[in-house]
Each structure stands twice: as C-alpha cells, then as structure tokens.
C-alpha cells in the first residue's frame, strides 16, 4: 500500500502531466482534495491559475480546493 506521500506525490504527477485526458487530470485533481494539506493545496491553487490548462481542469482544481480547505 503507497504511503500519503506516495500517493500524494503520484496524484501531483498525474495532475501535472498535460498528456494525461482531461478525466485523468480532474481525477487526480479531485484526490487531492480529499488528501489536503499545505502541498495539495499549493499545486491545486498553481493548476487553478494556470491558464493553459483547460477550463475543466482548472474549475476541477478550484472544486478540490474548497474541499482540501476542509480538511
């Protein structure tokens, strides 16, 4: 089983690589806000103003956000 570290790291990745299908990149988006923590919440707000990522991603990001917020 990964560490939260591990799988954090692992979701950051998969957030990250523009390669990935919107629905991979909004997935990963979403498990970081059910992780939270000062990191999740760092790369959710960067993907969230990142104007190259697609509107999807981004309002997916902000939505992580609020959750990751509550944690």
Same mark, same amino acid.
Request: proline fraction near 3%; charge should be positive.
């Given at each position: 089983?990964?560490?939260?570290?591990?799988?954090?790291?692992? /979701? %950051?990745?998969?957030? +990250? *690589?523009? &390669? #990935?299908?919107?629905?991979? @990149?909004?997935? $990963?988006?979403?498990? !970081? =806000?059910?992780?939270?923590?000062?990191?999740?919440?760092?790369? /959710? %707000?960067?993907?969230? +103003? *990142?104007? &190259? #990522?697609?509107?999807?991603? @981004?309002?997916? $990001?902000?939505?992580? !956000? =609020?959750?990751?917020?509550?944690?």
């Amino acid at each position: 089983m990964a560490s939260p570290r591990q799988s954090l790291d692992f /979701l %950051i990745q998969q957030l +990250n *690589n523009t &390669h #990935n299908g919107a629905s991979v @990149r909004v997935g $990963a988006a979403e498990g !970081l =806000g059910h992780l939270g923590g000062p990191d999740a919440r760092e790369v /959710l %707000i960067s993907a969230a +103003n *990142n104007l &190259h #990522n697609a509107g999807e991603i @981004r309002a997916a $990001a902000l939505r992580a !956000l =609020g959750m990751a917020c509550q944690r």
